[in-house]
């Protein structure tokens, strides 16, 4: 069964101060999917949920929803409702009157308004808070409320702006969890932002990666992961090691002089691309039985795995294998044919892939969301 | 511990000069001229009922006029660009810097039987006017010389609230009537309250505006206490009297006020 577009953005061109934001943006979002969109922080993202939720016009571009344009349509008019990343709740009102607000709005009877904030309290947990003053409520809590507040409204489609980044690791994977459960239950449609690559990959339908306000790859989860149409999304979505390399025939690709089996066609002859190979696909073996070898300059034990880097004549591999090897030791790469994925050369060809200035801090420095510090310093 | 000593010339300053002067004021109060217990004093109080009751009506009028005038004001000045904020409250606080007394004289002037306003209507036609020596000339003395201790801590409140909760509103349904009514305004109580404490307590105490612009007719319970104390009818027993009662309504009325925020957490608007 064809499913029906419920948002449609068609040209959207944004700009603020002279700085584009989204440059000629299609997106197509069916009804009741779990979409993300997916990109570093000030890569449009927001402003795409923003355009939708209506508090930011584009410059120019149609935004449709079911079918209608909506584009001068007021933020209460639209059939959408927001959580947004810091919550906004209304200090003034305790949980029930937080819940009860949207319908208060819509003039719902003193009866329904009971039924549903019960319903919705119970949905997200919080049954017995009614009455709490939701300034004495915990993080995870306050979410719960703004969940339960935006969906009393019944919308068609809830748009979601980080709404986990400030809460704790644990917290986090259980209010995952919690989300993705009720989008199933409910059947509303869900824009959710994030910069977090395994959230996004753990909850969604499909994936939309975002980077300097164009949209990267929309794709399922297994797809953005295995298939990365460039060595942005490779990079931004895990570990990958990003080479570059030859395409001599088809299914027969060349890197660091040797010539590899690939399960990749549709190539020119002799075209220069860029390869993939994740890090968990490595095997380590003798150096004698692979066709790469190098010494090991650093190894990181991650619970699960090791993280290993290996000099191979200069590029910096990064493995990761359950098996300890020790710094030093001379290690043989064995790659298969799937462990290779051959995507064409793009404005982001050279810019990712070796590990010679990889450091654990510096990556936890990148992924740090500024919400989280900010709560922090509270 | 540090923290403990650093605060005892404090204590000190507070007790010498708030607590023993208020013990003073309660003890002239209870007492005679020659320093005997006597409730006469109290009881005098009960005539001059019609002063108290002007200069709470009065004050009350004042602080009315001056919310409806300082909350869209602040509420404008809250929603323009960051620089013409700053300009905006800077020409607020600006009569502020003039002598209270200087200002008041400059009213005077303005509304004198001969003044300049009535000098204005006579140059185009128009009848005189009695403005000086009115309740109306009170109370426009007290809008004038209170309103910015209104506009100042609503413009505060409303410039800290966060946007995206009025961004909610809006994205629950609320159009713009419902947000200022749902929204804005229950969140700027502890704002507007702090306003109306810091014009009303002023205004009903003052006896510098009744005295140049209210004239003999328009007597508030601040020229009660400057004639017990500094006028021809010296009687610092039943000044202190007068102050005691004065202080205890103000506190009703203050209990009264604080009424409407019950129940919420007070978000730093509050000064009281």
Redesign the interface.
Known sequence: MEKKAMIELQNIEVSFDGEQILKNFNLRILDGEFVTLLGPSGCGKTTTLRII???TNPDSGNVYFDGKRINDL????RE???I???Y?????LNVYENVA??M???KKSEKEIKKTVHEMLDLVNLHGFSHR?V?QLSGGQQQRVAIA??LA?SPKVLLLDEPLSALDMKLRKDMQNELKKIQQQTGITFLFVTHDQEEALSMSDVVVVMDKGEIQQIGTPQDIYNEPKNAFVADFIGESNILDGIMREDYLVEFFGHKFRCVDKGFKTNEPVDVVIRPEDIDVVKPDEAALSGIVTSVTFKGVHYEIIVDVKGFKWMIQSTDFTAEGEHIGLKIGPDDIHIMHKSEYSGTFGDYSTFSDEMEEDLQTPLSSLEEGEK | MKSKKACYPYVVWMVLFVVVPMLMVVFFAFTDKSGNFTFQNLLGVGQYSNVFLRSIWLGAIATVICLVLGFPLAYLIARTGRKSQNVMVMLIMLPMWMNFLLRTYAWMTLLEDNGILNQLFEAVGLPKLQMINTAGAVVLGMVYNYLPFMILPIYSILTKM?S??I?????????KR?VFL??TL??S?PGIISGVTMVFVPAVSTFIISKMLGGGANLLIGDLIDMQFLGSAYNPNLGSAISLVLMVLILICMGIMNQFDDG??S?GGLMI
């Open positions: 939720g209506g508090f007021p933020p209460y008019k959408v409702n927001t947004f990343q810091k906004a709740l209304f200090p003034h607000f949207g208060r709005a819509h003053n300034n507040r935006a409204n | 966060d995206s909760v961004e909610a509103a809006q994205d629950l349904g609320a159009d419902q749902k929204v229950p969140m109580t919420e957490e978000n």
